[in-house]
């Protein structure tokens, strides 16, 4: 049943959405541990809290140049492009991006490991090599690596598929398995491509069989995908673009009626299977909203009806330009999401002259049960990236189980992995020293497939160029709101 705009707004009056709540920060300051001004009462007993410190204090510069962490936690390289191998003997391909982790069989953690690598393979030098019976497009150079990390210490790397196109966030499933996304679209015939691009695709850490000849999974449309995830109770799926010009789409996609989720069940759906679908969403006013960086207050819930995508393969239109001025909402670059909660965690990196309000960063929620989105994080925009100190552009996002989520950075200048408390409070947990650039012109890559293992111990992370996983253990604590 279709929740009205109506039905929203009389709803609103009774539960106060639609407006910031008590307590709650109005703009999220950049700098670390920092709340900006207060839209509501209750600003003594917030004052109060920022009193309190959040997070594990200041970063300590990293002698070997690589990453800085605060004082008593450590790193520990697990893949290194170029210089680490896989079990066949090739290296480990460049440019990790999204990431999760698995229980694996006698106490080994495994990892689906992304690799962006977008256009010919002739324009990488560690593509995802071409394994027998895992590949796509030959013509591609992206894919996922596998990696197992066993109890002691040792490390085995092996590719999930390969073929496809700059696999960027993804997402895990509650059976175990990897949806791995390409952000890009390219046709056959395009950059070198012998296939159509710009699906998902499903990877079996555990059964390396069942990663043979790899299927795209068309029903849940061809576009510049960026991460999924899966509601386990109600069996949706949820989906984001990253792209502009018109801005891309956050994505809800319904199963066939009687579908049974499991490993492999994806690949016995027909193309068209399911429902695609792009949201429509309202203030508690009634009021259609064009665009999500229109938000200014954490805090703010905007109510979601769905609308059907007319051809989810975009054989004519891309996905996004099939809706005209009024009939969805977009938001941009849509990046990382992350189930937890009950809900969907979903980043939108930054926002500027292309959108409505410029911003360095949105965490949304999305309520499946209510059906609203809910700003929860807000980064204003960084007068300074180059400063260590401030965050923006956020990109990957993982649930902490020590309260609040952790983002990795993929903005301008310094980069970091940052955490963010249930109130919005933000704090650094590393920094990438680096430095793939110039004395003179230092540059430092994006952060990317934040995850933590599945016993909460170690947050892994990529720098993804030249791509490397690292392993962090440390003091992990349970973060005040």
Partial sequence: MSLTRRDFARTSAITGAGVALAGSVGALATAPNALASYDTEGTEEASADARHSVGYGPLVPDPKGILALPAGFTYRIITYSGRTKLES??????????????????????????????????????????????????????GCTVVEIRPDGRVAEWVGIAGTSTN??????????WLTCEENSDRAGVNGMTKDHGYVFEVDPGDRRANRNPKPLKFFGRYDHEAVVIDPKRGHAYLTEDAAGPNGLFYRWTPPKGFEYGPGKFRKLADDAGVLQAPKCFDSGGKFVDDLSRATKTGTVYGVDWVDVPDRDARTTPVRKQFGDGEVTRARKLEGMWWGDGGAYIVSSYAREESPVQHDGQVWFYDPRRRTLTLKVLLGVNPDPSQDGAFDGPDNITVSPYGGIVLAEDGEGVSHLFGATESGRTYPIARNDLNVGTEEEPEYSEFAGVTFSPDGKTLYANIQDPGILVAITGPWKRQKR
Avoid at 133 to 140: R, T
Avoid at 168 to 175: D, K, L, M, Q, V
Wanted: charged fraction near 15%; aromatic fraction near 10%.
């Fill in 89 to 142: 003997g090739e290296f480990t391909p460049s440019n990790h991006d999204g990431t999760a982790t698995f229980d694996g069989p006698r106490g080994t953690t495994l990892l689906v490991n992304n690799h962006e690598l977008k256009g010919p393979r002739a324009n990488w030098k560690y593509p995802v090599p071409l394994t027998e019976g895992l590949v796509y497009d030959p013509a591609a150079a992206g």
């Fill in 168 to 177: 960027c966030a993804g997402g895990s499933t509650p059976w175990g398995t």
